[in-house]
């Protein structure tokens, strides 16, 4: 179940990206769909129709985020960072140091 609400959240993240560029812009020059819409719908109406667009997934991706953050959260028990550093981390022993190889033959000088 998890795995479909977080297929679905994906989902309407790149909506929610995809729509608010097919915005027109209000004054920078950032929009990359704010032209002429062909005659489509009208300035007005196109606005109107993305911004209640826009609210929509806006809210479906919030809540889907919540219920993400809610499951993840009731799956794990709960735990303290003080009770953690409580514990003694296990002492590791040090290793023995062996020396160096002779070398097999001789070396004259």
């Given at each position: 179940?998890v795995?479909?609400l977080?297929?679905?959240?994906?989902?309407?993240?790149i909506?929610?990206?995809g729509i608010?560029?097919?915005?027109?812009?209000?004054g920078g020059?950032?929009?990359?769909?704010?032209g002429?819409?062909?005659?489509?719908m009208?300035?007005?109406?196109?606005?109107?129709?993305l911004?209640r667009a826009?609210?929509v997934?806006a809210?479906?991706?919030i809540?889907t985020?919540?219920?993400?953050?809610?499951w993840?959260?009731?799956?794990r028990a709960p735990s303290?960072?003080?009770?953690r550093a409580?514990?003694?981390a296990?002492?590791?022993q040090p290793?023995?140091?062996?020396?160096?190889?002779?070398?097999a033959v001789p070396v004259e000088r």
């Amino acid at each position: 179940m998890v795995q479909v609400l977080l297929i679905v959240h994906l989902i309407l993240a790149i909506a929610l990206v995809g729509i608010i560029l097919v915005q027109r812009s209000e004054g920078g020059a950032l929009g990359i769909g704010g032209g002429n819409m062909g005659g489509l719908m009208t300035t007005r109406g196109s606005a109107s129709l993305l911004t209640r667009a826009t609210a929509v997934i806006a809210a479906c991706f919030i809540c889907t985020s919540l219920l993400l953050a809610i499951w993840s959260s009731a799956t794990r028990a709960p735990s303290s960072v003080l009770d953690r550093a409580a514990t003694p981390a296990p002492v590791q022993q040090p290793i023995e140091s062996t020396p160096p190889p002779q070398p097999a033959v001789p070396v004259e000088r």
